[in-house]
């Protein structure tokens, strides 16, 4: 089945940068769009940015200007370049894809990353 491997997170300081990828592996037809939610403690998971198969991008309020969403058609992978960071972005970093399987029906379903922590001390 279809698999989605996050690598990147880590400890870093306030004003720091870290780059999270995320691959998809498995009997893959097709990725339509692809994307990153982060979940702090006490919080409800929240969109940070989102891309489609054509590049369009879509980011929360609080990241804008500060992270970049981008993708690797040919590698399956999407990645989150994190700039200036803060504290309010410690979180558990999900990577998300919608992803069409050889097998089946032809219909997209959405597939979850295990989660990466990130976690910015100031």
């Known amino acids: 089945q279809v698999q989605l491997v996050e690598s990147g997170g880590g400890l870093v300081q306030a004003g720091g940068s870290l780059r999270l990828s995320c691959a998809a592996s498995?009997?893959?037809?097709?990725?339509?769009?692809m994307g990153w939610y982060r979940q702090a403690p006490g919080k409800q998971r929240e969109l940070v940015a989102a891309?489609?198969?054509?590049?369009?991008?879509n980011y929360a309020d609080s990241v804008k200007g500060r992270f970049t969403i981008s993708r690797d058609n040919a590698k399956n992978t999407v990645y989150l370049q994190m700039n200036s960071l803060k504290p309010e972005d410690t979180a558990v970093y999900y990577c998300?894809?919608?992803?069409?399987?050889?097998?089946?029906?032809?219909?997209?379903?959405?597939?979850w990353g295990q989660g990466t922590q990130v976690t910015v001390s100031s």
């Open positions: 998300n894809a919608d992803i069409t399987v050889i097998a089946g029906t032809p219909v997209p379903y959405d597939y």
């Open positions: 498995g009997s893959i037809f097709s990725i339509g769009a």
């Open positions: 891309i489609t198969s054509g590049g369009s991008t």
